[in-house]
């Protein structure tokens, strides 16, 4: 299974930081995008990689960072 692991920062020169880091350890660009509004980066990866992405994010000194599944489960029936 793959999640979506979302950093949200303060500023987008963290979040800029973060995204080229991201990059710069050779992680996909079409599994990173940053939102320069927000000020968040995302990343798509699998399970196995959720950690060390984690950690990078962690660096740059996020105010938030979350991890959902992706793609997104449905609910199951009756729930």
Do not use: C
Request: aromatic share 8%.
């Amino acid at each position: 299974m793959s999640q979506t692991v979302t950093a949200a920062y303060d500023s987008i020169h963290k979040a800029n930081n973060a995204f080229d880091e991201l990059v710069a350890e050779g992680f996909p660009r079409e599994t990173l995008f940053l939102d320069r509004e927000a000020r968040q980066v995302k990343v798509i990866v699998p399970d196995p990689v959720q950690r060390e992405v984690e950690s990078i994010l962690q660096r740059h000194e996020p105010d938030e960072l979350w991890a959902r599944d992706f793609p997104p489960q449905p609910p199951e029936p009756g729930a």
